[in-house]
């Protein structure tokens, strides 16, 4: 079974533990447009002393592993998760809610530090790092 990477396993990745994402190892890993542009938010927000070594980090992750294209399948399932979690209070970011639809649909887990919010979603496997 594969699974899409969480932004939160990347930042914290980046930021001096590489060793969460070897948790992965056994599985396929995807990331996810939503992944990708979180990241690059990541550089274009930050300092220009850093923006250069995260844009580096977040090219080295994006080439790496198959980028997953949010398709038909996953915005029908996108509207009807932010519908169903919104109708009993448990909405989880319109992000992590697409991340979460596109895993959905191909049968893929997330793989995330924010089990709080992934784990509203029935139906997703969430996997944290060993």
């Excluded at 959905?104 to 060993?130: C, M, N, Q």
């Amino acid at each position: 079974m594969a699974l899409l990477i969480d932004t939160s396993l990347l930042i914290a990745a980046e930021r001096g533990d590489p060793e969460l994402l070897d948790s992965f190892d056994h599985e396929e890993t995807a990331l996810s447009p939503v992944t990708i542009s979180e990241l690059m938010y990541g550089v274009h927000a930050s300092s220009p002393s850093q923006r250069i070594l995260r844009e580096i980090f977040a090219d080295r992750i994006v080439g790496s592993m198959e980028v997953v294209p949010i398709d038909e399948a996953a915005a029908r399932a996108h509207a009807q998760l932010v519908t169903s979690l919104a109708q009993v209070g448990q909405s989880i970011g319109l992000h992590d809610s697409w991340i979460a639809a596109s895993a959905l649909t191909r049968g893929y887990g997330v793989a995330t530090l924010d089990i709080k919010h992934f784990s509203r979603v029935p139906g997703l496997r969430v996997v944290s790092p060993s």
